[in-house]
């Protein structure tokens, strides 16, 4: 019964990501690479091998134009050589070059974000610090890192930094703590991690209808930290202020291009919704010039560009002009800012 509920749950994850993910990568070519990576992964549990006074950078890769920004910017503010990326390609369209080798890709299906971050912590990552970070995070310095390590460095009881803290508070934590962690960039202690046995999945508690709301990803261990008397820092605003963060930006990706552009489709009549599209697809495509103006990305990595165009066409028609004017400008200053970032 257990293995006939995990083939259900495989196949559910690969019909439900095909039309919005692998076929806008390489089609079967891609999901039969994410497959066997997985199946293979699990059975030969590989692990790399990895020197000790190395940082793993873990993320994960649906948009693989997107991820080759975030390692490029990655590999380029590593003043120390202490920078080891790993990435979980789950659209099986990340291809290797000179940005991400061999090594740094493992193809792994696109299971429930926890679930893969709890599988990579375990049988991937090796180093002491572990920095889990979205791809829409992008990094244009190595001072936060050099600022968790000393936090580490001077406080045992430190499990997490947090270098891009949730905005939303789960019900649950309300009465914890007044900032959560969130999953969205931090950093851990990987050895008090796994000793605690902790999870990055979401928790559904006994009565969690009564409340209308559930633990979300990384939440129900922020709050088993707290229980277990770890310390828990929030970076200042200044360090969190190196991180240029475009988050939301994958799971609104993989909505349109499900779509094909074809947005009213699949979008609520609510102008906060087409607001979300117009700002994702509008990024994406600004990144995408970015990458070529910087000679950071091969072609063969752009993703679908018919898709985010067609889709930013229908949502203006939703939003209002000084809607857009505010989206437009808060993308041209984080572009610029990543634009510059190595202009000393």
Not at 45 to 54: E, L, V
Not at 204 to 217: C, E, F, N, V
Not at 320 to 341: F, G
């Amino acid at each position: 019964m257990i293995k006939n509920n995990k083939f259900y749950k495989t196949y559910g994850y690969i019909r439900s990501n095909y039309k919005s993910n692998y076929m806008h990568a390489n089609g079967l070519r891609s999901l039969i690479d994410c497959l066997f990576g997985t199946v293979g992964f699990k059975h030969f549990n590989k692990k790399n091998s990895i020197k000790t006074n190395k940082i793993n950078f873990l993320t994960f890769s649906v948009i693989p134009s997107l991820t080759n920004i975030w390692a490029w910017y990655i590999k380029n503010i590593d003043l120390y050589n202490i920078n080891n990326i790993i990435i979980g390609d789950c659209s099986g369209g990340l291809k290797t070059s000179s940005i991400i080798n061999h090594n740094e890709r493992i193809p792994y299906l696109n299971y429930i974000h926890g679930e893969k971050i709890d599988f990579f912590l375990a049988h991937t990552c090796s180093t002491k610090y572990v920095v889990i970070c979205d791809d829409d995070i992008i990094w244009t310095s190595q001072k936060p890192l050099l600022y968790a390590l000393d936090k580490f460095k001077g406080n045992p009881k430190l499990a997490v930094v947090s270098l891009v803290p949730s905005k939303k508070k789960s019900f649950w934590l309300s009465n914890a703590t007044k900032i959560a962690m969130g999953s969205y960039c931090i950093v851990i202690d990987r050895q008090k991690w796994i000793s605690e046995k902790l999870s990055f999945q979401i928790h559904k508690p006994g009565g969690w209808r009564t409340y209308g709301h559930y633990l979300d990803t990384a939440d129900h261990a922020n709050l088993e930290l707290l229980k277990k008397d770890y310390d828990i820092c929030i970076a200042s605003q200044d360090i969190q202020d190196l991180l240029v963060k475009f988050t939301g930006l994958s799971m609104w990706a993989l909505r349109i291009q499900k779509s094909l552009g074809e947005i009213n489709d699949i979008v609520r009549d609510r102008p906060d919704e087409y607001k979300k599209v117009y700002r994702v697809a509008k990024t994406l495509l600004e990144l995408n010039k970015l990458s070529d103006d910087l000679k950071i990305i091969n072609p063969n990595l752009f993703f679908n560009k018919s898709c985010f165009t067609k889709s930013i066409r229908l949502a203006k028609n939703k939003i209002s002009k000084s809607t857009i004017n505010q989206i437009n400008y808060e993308l041209r200053m984080k572009v610029e800012k990543l634009r510059n970032a190595f202009h000393y």
